[in-house]
């Protein structure tokens, strides 16, 4: 791969003026594991190849056009004379089989990287529920055999470095699919069915991911990341989001509790907030128990600052038309509090 | 009534001045209104089918450039994504279905006849009807759209996000029964076509001789009638789920969304291949024309055509390697998918060699017809591509995928069209089309097209899916996107000029010759424009180039004879011709002009508007009324015996 | 020996030809179509049935001597219409006379038991996949049994009107290729609703 890429970078360059590779998270030409290599391998072979029958067709036709350009023989008539026979047919004699050779020999390449990519090179430890919602995607973390190490989040997926993990995907609604590039082909999330795929980061990193499959109105806002970490932090970071959320110590939080469970617990579950009679366990919504762990808000699409936060919690409709979070009718002071809490769940 | 007798020998003649008078006035229609909307010449309907479809693609065109200015750069919100949502299902259904196919009958109604040596196509009142039902099939696929209630789920329409509970509007209900509505036309169609070529040849054009352009759109509508059912069911069945509660689709109920997806790409691809073949056999008609020499390995092309056909019918679910099929099936069908670009590989090699070995004559037309050679090889490749299971886990659903179908639709059905309209320009309507702006319009649209279209492969492979409405900047997708929008600018300027040149050229073009490309086919022997009746005569064909024949020294074998033969000149005669030796072997009476195909296409429009609107006694008094219509149109006509003659 | 078709001296018919007419081929090319139809309705039974986790027909066997029956009287009409159209080319309009009469309440009493049936089931055609694949499939089938008899209608007033003799009988031919078609589909439809659910073990 890195071989390769060290040809065709300056090629690449030359196609993406002022693009570094670096700065192309969705690209599937240069991957990170083990389900995405070999088929950017195969997408390079088979691209090289179609590029060169591409050049010899064209320089065929552009060839046999300046050919005829010389002066041809008339009859009696002053008709131009007509060619006859099937003097043009070793094009087809010569070019079928070779086609064929070429053909078949893709083939092959396509079954083998099927074969090598339909099953992870091992067993995988860790399996995911990954169910898509319009236009969101909800992630349940299972430890067979430990009930209580189950958890939920959303929209962002943690995941050790060389471990291969296995991702059952489920659908709340439409269908969606699931794809991040660099790590692993698409897989189309469908109701009714439960797939399976598995992918495997290399590297330590932060991945780009996005549903391919038209879902609706939004389906342009629905994207999430891999955050590939070492197996240790790994494991730390799902220690912690086993936590229940900590009681908010300063006055606005606090208060931002208070309108969090009036305005907000009906959709979204905070583990841990409320009390005996009121509880936030909403379902509708992403689980918000360790929201500021999150990079992104919104599924992938604004940056979780105290800005985009409050005005996605004001008015989340201007941000992402059509999506299921209302419009909220809060006073600025509850707006404040709301988010003052909610910058709290670390 | 005129007792006419059963048996006739006809007499073999010279056409004379008062002959061809009797024949003109004999076929000509009625004047003014009544002869608009009771006519049914095939070079009318082949002319309303060009033109109807030209519009729907300029149509489609105008979404399409909306979308682009929308796209030009990142966060862009010049238009609603539910807007964007609808212009970019409106502009799939309108190019897929509403263009492609029909401009495609355009041409094969105008032209079969005159390419057959006959006078009509085998059914002139289903031919007809099959355009009314065409035009307003489009109607109401369009009223939608400006109502705000436009489909605005995609071409293909998956459920259950089409289903009623995540859509309830009408839009889906409305693309739903129009796209029914529409397949009636499109099966009609096939019918006529397949039975014109198996009944109504000139005498002698045996199975041998038939033209390649025939093969091409033969193979389309045979493909098409057993494609067509398919998705028509499908739709039904979403139309029942939606209005009534069905369970066609519906997980709950023991239904499945997978079932939509493959009854829709079992009509989906065969649907590809009957817009591409016919466009491609248009390439294989024209192009030796203009490189004077027959297409190398014609019989060869015929085969590979029929070929692909058949496998087409068997790729279906390479739309669907991503859904979580078998790895055994997905292999079975990438094999297929890699098998079927061997035929495609025949056609180019042989417009390759034809080139080659030609005298190529540099036309705005044969201009046409290069490019769509190298066109199709990049659509083939890309799409070859696409049918690498593990490749296409990646590639499926991103901006590679549009480029493809862009290269695969643009390239190879619009460009060899616009080269089939300034090839045949002259005959259709005895004019020549201007060459001067023919070469601006050539290079504007092949720079446009592939500055606007080849960049979509690169956005793709950078991971852009298809389908969204806008995207964030730092993604690497930026500077595709504008080099794409500048593209379609460029390319929709190429289009203007085509535009402006068939119009310039109709009202002040060169008059046309008989044959001014020095072509091979029977059409060329007819004046431009052709008289009503076509041929005066009835040729006589004796090989696949009658207008060759001396020159290329084949008519040692067999000499097509035009200038004298059976005179068929009682009412509306045509020969019909056994399917293998094109003996004739009936004289067909045919229809003349006739109200049934409207009133009938009025009636099935009625239907429709009243499932829509849920009116039911409207959809119920149109089906009563088709009784009596069709009463009127079947009657046997008094003098002859043909009760179930088309 | 001259090429076929370059020697056109001898007497054609006119007009009318029987199997030579478009028409006929008009009709086999509509009936191909049609197949195709039903193949396809007839996948997406036996797709759904594929993914069902219930054993269908959920309800219960269905009742098999009203099918049987039908069977019957569908055969009994096929062969009337083969001895009508046999006729007819022979010129003995008494056949031709009682294939279609016969053909025609054959077609209606079909289309009255499949009513009848419909009212005796115990699902709708909302209560789930199947019921509405049975619906679909034997409603489409009525649907065109309904155009059946009214061609025979149309094709008994034409003959009563003389239109129909021996040199002008396509109508009869395509009607019969169009009614053992709906014949055809109905053996489909009851393979597939009435027989299977006996001998399949689940």
Known sequence: MKRRLSILLPIAALLLPGAAWADLPMTYLITDGPAANPLAHLGWGLAGLSVFVLLFIAFAVLIGIWRGRKNWPTDAAGRPKLMRGANGMPWLAIGLPVSIVLLFGSAVWTFFTLAHVSKPPQDPAITLDVTAHQWWWEV????????????????????????????????????????????????????????????????????????????????AHMAFHVIAQPPAQFHQWWTHQLADAKQPVSPAAQHGEKVFLHHCAVCHTVRGAGGPDILAMGKMGPDLTHLMSRKYIGAGILPNTTGYLAAWVENAQHLKPGVDMPTMDLTNRQLLDVVAYLQTLN | MAEIPTYRTPEIIRPDESYLEKLEKMWSDKPGLIGFFSTVDHKKIGRRYLVTSFIFLLVGGLEALIMRIQLFQPNEHIISAHLYNELFSMHGITMIFLYAMPVLSGFGNYLWPLILGQRDMAFPRVNMFTYWVFLLSGIFLYIGLPTGNGTDVG????????????????????????????????????????????????????????????????????????????????????????????????????????????????????????????????????????????????????????????????????????????????????????????????????????????????????????????????????????????????????????????????????FAVIGGIYHWFPKFSGKMMSERLGWWNFWLMFIGFNVGFFPMHITGLLGMPRRVYTYPAGLGWTWSNMVTTIGAFIFAIGVGVFVFNVVRSLKAGAKAPANPWDADTLEWTTSSPPPHYNFGVIPRVGSMHPLWEERLRMDETGKTILDEGPALDEEHEMFGTTIMDGDPDVILKEPGHSFAPIIMALLLAGMFIGMLLEWWWISGAAVIAMIPAMLYWFWPSPEVGRAAEG | MAEPGLIVDRPLPVGTAGRRNPGWWGVVLLIASEGALFAYLFFSFYYLQSMADNVWPPSGKPPLPYALGTTGAFFVSGFLMWFAERGIRRD???????????????????????????????????????????????????????????????????????????????????????????????????????????????
């Open chain 1, 140 to 219: 349940q973390y299972r430890h067979y055999g430990q009930k209580q190490r189950t958890f939920v989040t959303a929209n962002a997926i943690h995941v050790p470095v060389g471990q291969p993990v296995r991702v059952r995907l489920i659908s709340a609604d439409v269908i969606h699919s699931f794809w991040a590039p660099q790590l692993f082909g698409k897989m189309d999330v469908i109701p009714g069915q439960t797939n399976i795929t598995w992918f495997q980061a290399n590297k330590a990193g932060v991945y780009r991911g996005q549903c391919t499959e038209f879902c609706g109105l939004q389906h």
């Open chain 2, 155 to 414: 071409w293909f329409n998956y459920v259950p996000l089409a289903g009623s509970e995540y859509n309830p509007g009408p839009g889906v209900d409305i693309y739903a029964l129009g796209i029914i509505f529409f397949w009636i036309s499109i099966a009609a169609g096939s019918v006529v076509f397949i039975a014109t070529m198996m009944r109504a040849r000139a005498p002698g054009m045996s199975i041998s001789r038939i033209p390649i352009m025939i093969w091409g759109t033969l193979t389309a509508n045979v493909g098409l009638l057993f494609a067509v059912p398919s998705v028509l069911l499908v739709f039904l069945e979403l139309w029942l789920d939606r209005r009534f509660g069905t369970d066609f689709f519906d997980v709950a109920a023991g239904g499945h969304p997978m079932l939509w997806q493959h009854l829709f790409w079992i009509f989906g691809h065969p649907w590809v291949y009957a817009i591409v073949l016919p466009a491609m056999s248009i390439v294989s008609q024209c192009l030796p024309a203009h490189c004077r020499r027959p297409l190398v390995g014609q019989h060869w092309v015929i085969l590979a055509t029929i070929l692909t056909m058949v496998l087409g019918f068997g790729v279906w679910v390479h739309h669907m390697f991503a859904t979580g099929l078998p790895v055994i099936a997905m292999g079975f069908f990438s094999a297929a998918s890699f098998i079927i670009v061997i035929p495609s590989a025949v056609s180019v090699f042989a417009w390759v060699a034809t080139i080659w070995t030609g005298r190529p004559i540099f036309t705005t037309a044969f201009k046409f017809f290069a490019a769509e050679i190298i066109l199709f090889v990049i659509g083939g490749v890309s799409g070859f591509m696409t049918a690498a299971v593990p490749l296409d886990w990646e590639l499926t659903d991103t901006y590679f995928v549009v480029a493809h179908i862009h290269y695969v639709l643009i390239g190879i059905n619009v």
């Open chain 3, 92 to 202: 003995i309009k008494w056949r031709l006379w009682l294939g279609l009469s016969v053909s025609a309440l054959i077609g209606i009493s079909y289309v009255l038991l499949q009513l009848v049936d419909w009212s005796n089931e115990p699902f709708a055609f909302n209560s789930g996949a199947y019921s509405s694949l049975f619906y679909t499939i034997t409603g489409l089938h009525m649907v065109h049994a309904i155009v059946g008899v009214l061609g025979f209608l149309a094709i008994l007033m034409w003959s009563a009107m003389g239109y129909v003799t021996k040199d002008r009988h396509v109508a009869v031919t395509v009607m019969a290729l169009y009614w053992y078609f709906i014949i055809v589909v109905w053996i489909g439809i009851m393979a597939t609703f009435y027989i299977l659910p006996y001998v399949t073990p689940r």
